[in-house]
């Protein structure tokens, strides 16, 4: 079956930096989903890509889908407290509507 | 957005016993809803997929009598743990999506069996 896989597992850094997680897909998607979830909280709905090579925006975010809709990235430009939380990737396939979620990126941003 | 509710937010309760979580979509109707299980600090694995008048599709692995799920109206899945098991106690979360592409996530339902 599919599998999505997600790296790093934690990172740890300085507010200020930027941080960035990858995602990669064994099998190609029809798009892929970015998730914020904070500790104790359920996943937040944070953007969808769904065209080859598409690249989106969000303030500070920068979500990359790539060409062959394998592989997708998040990065962070200039951390802040407020981004801690794990990131999840998930993906769908093309023949169903289930979320297949990456394990997550931890983050934590320290002062 | 659209709000999905899940209830209870959190359970405590013996083993042997059974308990219900609800998942309502409060502003649309949702003909399909997932239910996930999520361990600490792991990802979500989904359980089984929740389609209104009819059978649970199950994910492999995921016992069907174990995890009882109904979902009577398109308003409302339920997900029962019958006989829960200490091995059972994790965070569940249901989701549901209307039109849009984005999933709506309850709050989660964190089970404890004791």
């Known amino acids: 079956g599919q599998q999505v896989m997600q790296i790093p597992q934690y990172q740890h850094v300085q507010e200020g930096e930027d941080f960035t997680t990858y995602c990669n897909s064994s099998?190609?998607?029809?798009?892929i989903q970015w998730y914020k979830q904070r500790p104790g909280g359920h996943p937040v709905f944070l953007i969808q890509?769904?065209?080859?090579?598409e690249v989106k925006k969000q303030k500070r975010l920068t979500f990359q889908f790539g060409e062959a809709k394998k592989n997708s990235s998040l990065h962070i430009t200039a951390t802040q407290t407020t981004d801690v939380g794990t990131y999840f990737c998930?993906?769908?396939?093309?023949?169903?509507?289930?979320?297949?979620f990456g394990k997550g990126t931890s983050l934590l941003v320290t002062p | 957005g659209a709000v999905v509710s899940q209830h209870p937010s959190w359970v405590i309760c013996k083993s042997g016993t059974s308990v219900k979580i609800e998942c309502r979509s409060l502003?649309?109707?949702?003909?399909?809803m997932f239910w996930y299980r999520q361990f600490p600090k792991q990802s979500l694995m989904l359980m089984a997929t929740?389609?209104?008048?009819?059978?649970?599709?199950?994910e492999q692995g995921v016992e069907k009598d174990k995890f009882l799920i109904n979902h009577a109206s398109l308003t409302l899945s339920t997900l029962t743990v019958t006989s829960a098991h200490p091995e059972d106690s994790s965070f569940y979360i249901c989701?549901?999506?209307?039109?849009?592409?984005?999933?709506?996530f309850g709050q989660g339902t964190r089970l404890t069996v004791v």
């Open positions: 989701s549901a999506s209307d039109l849009s592409p984005e999933a709506f």
């Open positions: 890509l769904v065209k080859s090579g």
């Open positions: 998930a993906g769908n396939s093309n023949s169903g509507y289930a979320l297949n």
């Open positions: 099998t190609t998607l029809s798009n």
């Open positions: 502003d649309f109707q949702a003909t399909t």
């Open positions: 929740s389609n209104e008048g009819s059978k649970a599709t199950y």
